[in-house]
């Protein structure tokens, strides 16, 4: 599986952002997909997983009510909709193969892209 990360950039606080990740190889052999992000000086962090067959997400409580993970089964593509943007979201987002919360249940990862929110 061969992931391709996109869409980040410089914004201000209250922004809004949309990544996305484009899936190539053997997609249907991965249950789902999801986002994480890393801060400089910090751990790689959960954000959001979405399952292919039936959409069904979840997110972590920092980002909640503010992101949306989608899906795009037809193309082999998954988004992030970050809308209400905050300084503390700054960090590189991956996208990652798998389903869970917890980097262990990732096999593969995209390159990152790079979200920066000014104050």
């Known amino acids: 599986v061969q992931l391709q990360a996109s869409g980040g950039g410089l914004v201000q606080a209250g922004g809004s952002l949309r990544l996305s990740c484009a899936a190539s190889g053997r997609t249907f052999s991965s249950y789902g997909m999801a986002w994480f992000r890393q801060a400089p000086g910090k751990e790689r962090e959960f954000v959001a997983t979405i399952t292919w067959r039936l959409g069904i997400t979840s997110y972590a409580d920092s980002v909640k009510g503010r992101f949306t993970i989608s899906r795009d089964n037809a193309n082999h593509r998954v988004y992030l909709q970050m809308n209400s943007l905050k300084p503390e979201d700054t960090a590189v987002y991956y996208c990652?193969?798998?389903?869970?919360?917890?980097?262990?249940?990732?096999?593969?990862w995209g390159q990152g892209t790079q979200v920066t929110v000014s104050s």
């Open positions: 990652a193969s798998g389903y869970g919360t917890s980097k262990s249940d990732y096999d593969y």
